[in-house]
T-cell receptor, first 110, second 114 residues
């Protein structure tokens, strides 16, 4: 699985959009980009995933660059409850284990 | 539909004792994964099981650790002769067959070895 690089921490004002970057320059053609988050030592929660097209669901949007070497997770209106560690993971679809790196600690401030 | 259930939530053992961690996947899910999280670190994959089969145990320590997912009942992660380095949070996740990309995680079991 490709290695990912994320900033260790970010701050965001409540109500504003949170944009979390992820670099995955060694991603292979069959590897997907996944985002999970972990709120205060709870079990990780699935957010979104994509291959090469941008994706949106009720939680977030995922923007993947055309060369697929980086992506951005967007929380459109961050709330205090979005404070968590966000993990960007790349993984081939046929394999089932996830490699969690260090993630980005997002601090949403009032 | 209840989520993934793990018990106990907290487990204290003395060095040399055995720890048994249980995981009940979501209804209809036949794929179970175990991860370990040491303090201030990310989750590390341990093992992937389907009913009665171990599919991938590449993350399991070679000794003292074992896992099973019987035809009936929860998945069990067993740690024999625990040592202080086994103190961690152990998370279980499950997936349905038609959406293997989504893993639903339980609340975890926090093991403390004295």
């Amino acid at each position: 699985d490709a290695k990912t690089t994320q900033p260790p921490s970010m701050d965001c004002a409540e109500g504003r959009a949170a944009n979390l970057p992820c670099n995955h320059s060694t991603i292979s053609g069959n590897e997907y980009v996944y985002w999970y988050r972990q709120i205060h030592s709870q079990g990780p929660q699935y957010i979104i995933h994509g291959l090469k097209n941008n994706e949106t669901n009720e939680m977030a949007s995922l923007i993947i660059t055309e060369d697929r070497k980086s992506s951005t997770l967007i929380l459109p209106h961050a709330t205090l409850r979005d404070t968590a560690v966000y993990y960007c993971i790349v993984r081939a679809g046929g394999f089932n284990k996830f490699y969690f790196g260090s993630g980005t600690k997002l601090n949403v401030k009032p | 539909n209840a989520g993934v259930m793990q018990n106990p939530r907290h487990l204290v053992r003395r060095r040399g004792q055995e720890a048994r961690l249980r995981c009940s996947p979501m209804k209809g899910h036949s794929h179970v994964y175990w991860y370990r999280q040491l303090p201030e670190e990310g989750l590390k994959f341990m093992v992937y099981l389907q009913k009665e089969n171990i599919i991938d145990e590449s993350g399991m320590p070679k000794e003292r650790f074992s896992a099973e997912f019987p035809k009936e009942g929860p998945s069990i992660l067993r740690i024999q002769q625990v040592v202080r380095g086994d103190s961690a949070a152990y998370f279980c996740a499950s997936s349905p067959t038609d959406r293997l990309y989504t893993q639903y995680f339980g609340p975890g079991t926090r093991l403390t070895v004295l």
